[in-house]
């Protein structure tokens, strides 16, 4: 680990099982390295459920996908809060959309490429709290555990995310510490 020059951040795991801090790429971590050691898939990988324009966002506000999420991820509009972010990013996990992602990735932290697990399926987001992250604030925080099941486990991924404005546009810079 001591190749990695940039700070990324660190995941823990906090299924009852040790805590376990994964370097290497920002949320999510590639499931192959926080689920090392767990028995081998069964089932064959599957494609997430396809989100269509009217299903209920993934990212769970109140709207369909197209009224929600969408506009953000077509670049027809910017996150006006740093939760709106965080929020669109999940969903961009959720529809496969790394090039969102990469482009709402703060330069110094941003990976060069990005590279989903297919079989993982996104399935909610709980928001935990924020600090900051309005249109008044030039920083904020978000801090949320993303849900998914992947080769028929549930898990869940926690992560206290901080969040810049970039050219006046909210950006993902990286994660705090686990307290
Ligand atoms: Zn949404």
């Not at 680990?1 to 971590?29: C, E, I, N, T, Y």
């Not at 993982?120 to 801090?143: C, K, M, N, P, Y």
Request: charged share 20%; aromatic share 10%.
């Amino acid at each position: 680990m001591g190749d990695l020059s940039l700070k990324f951040p660190k995941w823990v795991q906090l299924q009852g099982v040790p805590l376990r801090r994964v370097v290497g790429v920002s949320w999510p971590a590639p499931a192959d390295r926080h689920n090392r050691g767990v028995s081998k898939p069964k089932n064959k990988p599957r494609r997430p459920a396809a989100v269509t324009p009217t299903s209920p966002c993934p990212c769970g506000r109140a709207e369909a996908y197209r009224d929600c999420c969408a506009p953000f991820h077509e670049g027809r509009a910017a996150a006006p809060t740093a939760e709106r972010l965080m929020r669109s990013r999940y969903s961009a996990f959720a529809v496969g959309d790394t090039g969102y992602l990469l482009r709402t990735w703060h330069p110094s932290t941003r990976p060069g490429s990005l590279a989903l697990e297919p079989a993982q399926r996104w399935t909610g987001l709980d928001i935990l709290g924020t600090t900051g992250g309005s249109a008044f604030h030039a920083e904020g925080t978000v801090e949320f555990r993303a849900h998914y099941s992947l080769h028929g486990h549930a898990d869940s991924q926690y992560e206290n995310s901080r969040f810049v404005r970039e050219n006046g546009q909210w950006v993902y810079l990286d994660a705090l510490p686990a307290a």
